[in-house]
């Protein structure tokens, strides 16, 4: 598949090649503007070999899928400029070969069935297309190159209070913080990192969930920023969850192996060396005085190609008298499926989708391409007496950085009571 996919991309990069050899761009007909072009990317393409095939710090690896990463969109933006024109000239080539030339009535651009066009008013609109293409193509650079340098590890903290009816009055006012997605194997900057978990014990919270993918592929990613989260401590505890990244599958493959399980268990062993109480299709009771809640996490369960290791009903087992259920489950993609099935599920707690590391949330307007894939994806969500919320996470993934989407913590506050109706807000 690498190979496969390396393929493609140098057809990518010769097609886009010839199209800016064709213009008259006095930089592009250096002869210096080969050796570039294709020295770079050999290079790039030696480097994505080197980063999956050979152990190199973290560093270097974010470096290389950076500069990958916004190659590959500028050079994809450029292509569909590219292609749009290469379609209209095939039109153009069709037209004349079909239709006799005394038949056709065309703008004096077109009017000669001869290739390249002519230039009008000193340009064609192939070059035109073209040199527009360039400009296109870079503008995305600016805000993704932003978003590495400063948006990977500006760490925003969110605030809701999750008002529970039922909710025994030695919890009210508790607060609970959230992290989630820490992928740790995309972290280059453990000072950053630190300074996102000192925001979170800045906080002070009762509890903190985290709700699962600790982890990109593997257990060993988590060697250097161990000491980092172990810090992560709340007086009634940390409880965590595994999301579909934990479980090994993106490295060793779907199929059972002795590798892939001593890696599970490795990342199941990380939660338990940080004093994170890790549920497993389980619950915990938590105590306060003589009232308690309870605290449910399954395994990571999602709809389509995700994984199905969550087994909500084991989880619940054993509940019934709890007043408030909070459950942990890693893809909101649950919610839906399963957990509003189950009305004596108060608040579900999510992450999974990143927000797309892309997009806009200001006050209660937000927006990324993340909706058009799960229902919900950031925030608050509410349905009958249930409510999701769902973290737009920690870490980053694939792209290392953020735009608009930044790396959250929430801080939930537990409130006794009816959620007070706008008139009366």
């Given at each position: 598949?690498?190979?496969?996919?390396?393929?493609?991309?140098?057809?990518?990069?010769?097609?886009?090649?010839?199209?800016?050899?064709?213009?008259?761009?006095?930089?592009?007909?250096?002869?210096?503007?080969?050796?570039?072009?294709?020295?770079?990317?050999?290079?790039?393409?030696?480097?994505?070999?080197?980063?999956?095939?050979?152990?190199?710090?973290?560093?270097?690896?974010?470096?290389?899928?950076?500069?990958?990463?916004?190659?590959?969109?500028?050079?994809?933006?450029?292509i569909l400029i590219l292609l749009a024109d290469d379609i209209r000239r095939g039109g153009l080539w069709l037209k004349r070969l079909l239709i006799p030339k005394k038949k056709q009535i065309a703008p004096a651009e077109d009017s000669d069935a001869s290739l390249p066009e002519k230039p009008v008013k000193g340009i064609s609109r192939s070059q035109f297309l073209t040199k527009a293409g360039i400009l296109v193509a870079a503008a995305p650079l600016a805000p993704l190159g932003w978003g590495v340098i400063s948006g990977a590890y500006d760490y925003r903290v969110r605030r809701?209070?999750?008002?529970?009816?039922?909710?025994?009055?030695?919890?009210?006012?508790?607060?609970?913080?959230?992290?989630?997605?820490?992928?740790?194997?995309?972290?280059?900057?453990?000072?950053?990192?630190?300074?996102?978990?000192?925001?979170?014990?800045?906080?002070?919270?009762?509890?903190?969930?985290?709700?699962?993918?600790?982890?990109?592929?593997?257990?060993?990613?988590?060697?250097?920023?161990?000491?980092?989260?172990?810090?992560?401590?709340?007086?009634?505890?940390?409880?965590?969850?595994?999301?579909?990244?934990?479980?090994?599958?993106?490295?060793?493959?779907?199929?059972?192996?002795?590798?892939?399980?001593?890696?599970?268990?490795?990342?199941?062993?990380?939660?338990?060396?940080?004093?994170?109480?890790?549920?497993?299709?389980?619950?915990?009771?938590?105590?306060?005085?003589?009232?308690?809640?309870?605290?449910?996490?399954?395994?990571?369960?999602?709809?389509?190609?995700?994984?199905?290791?969550?087994?909500?009903?084991?989880?619940?087992?054993?509940?019934?008298?709890?007043?408030?259920?909070?459950?942990?489950?890693?893809?909101?993609?649950?919610?839906?499926?399963?957990?509003?099935?189950?009305?004596?599920?108060?608040?579900?707690?999510?992450?999974?989708?990143?927000?797309?590391?892309?997009?806009?949330?200001?006050?209660?307007?937000?927006?990324?391409?993340?909706?058009?894939?799960?229902?919900?994806?950031?925030?608050?969500?509410?349905?009958?007496?249930?409510?999701?919320?769902?973290?737009?996470?920690?870490?980053?993934?694939?792209?290392?950085?953020?735009?608009?989407?930044?790396?959250?913590?929430?801080?939930?506050?537990?409130?006794?009571?009816?959620?007070?109706?706008?008139?009366?807000?």
């Amino acid at each position: 598949m690498i190979v496969f996919n390396t393929i493609v991309l140098l057809l990518i990069d010769f097609y886009i090649y010839k199209a800016l050899r064709a213009t008259r761009i006095r930089w592009v007909a250096s002869p210096l503007f080969p050796k570039i072009w294709w020295g770079y990317s050999l290079l790039l393409t030696v480097c994505i070999f080197v980063s999956i095939y050979v152990s190199i710090p973290l560093m270097f690896r974010s470096i290389i899928l950076v500069a990958f990463f916004l190659t590959f969109i500028s050079k994809f933006t450029f292509i569909l400029i590219l292609l749009a024109d290469d379609i209209r000239r095939g039109g153009l080539w069709l037209k004349r070969l079909l239709i006799p030339k005394k038949k056709q009535i065309a703008p004096a651009e077109d009017s000669d069935a001869s290739l390249p066009e002519k230039p009008v008013k000193g340009i064609s609109r192939s070059q035109f297309l073209t040199k527009a293409g360039i400009l296109v193509a870079a503008a995305p650079l600016a805000p993704l190159g932003w978003g590495v340098i400063s948006g990977a590890y500006d760490y925003r903290v969110r605030r809701e209070k999750l008002y529970l009816p039922n909710l025994p009055s030695a919890f009210h006012g508790m607060k609970i913080g959230q992290l989630s997605d820490v992928h740790s194997g995309s972290f280059y900057n453990k000072t950053a990192v630190q300074g996102g978990v000192d925001l979170l014990l800045a906080e002070k919270p009762d509890v903190v969930f985290f709700t699962g993918d600790l982890v990109n592929y593997l257990a060993s990613e988590m060697r250097d920023y161990q000491d980092i989260f172990t810090k992560v401590r709340a007086p009634l505890g940390v409880f965590s969850t595994l999301g579909n990244h934990d479980y090994g599958d993106y490295h060793f493959g779907p199929e059972p192996s002795a590798a892939k399980a001593k890696n599970l268990q490795d990342v199941k062993d990380t939660h338990k060396v940080m004093g994170w109480d890790l549920l497993l299709n389980e619950n915990r009771k938590l105590k306060v005085g003589n009232d308690e809640i309870g605290i449910i996490g399954v395994e990571n369960w999602g709809t389509g190609r995700f994984p199905k290791h969550g087994r909500l009903e084991q989880a619940l087992q054993g509940t019934a008298e709890m007043p408030v259920k909070l459950l942990l489950s890693h893809d909101p993609s649950h919610w839906r499926a399963e957990v509003l099935a189950r009305p004596d599920v108060d608040v579900m707690f999510a992450g999974h989708t990143h927000g797309m590391q892309f997009g806009v949330r200001v006050g209660n307007v937000k927006w990324s391409p993340a909706q058009y894939i799960y229902k919900e994806w950031a925030g608050l969500y509410r349905q009958g007496q249930q409510q999701l919320y769902v973290n737009t996470g920690f870490g980053f993934l694939g792209y290392p950085g953020r735009v608009g989407i930044l790396p959250e913590i929430t801080v939930f506050e537990l409130i006794r009571g009816e959620k007070p109706s706008r008139k009366n807000a």
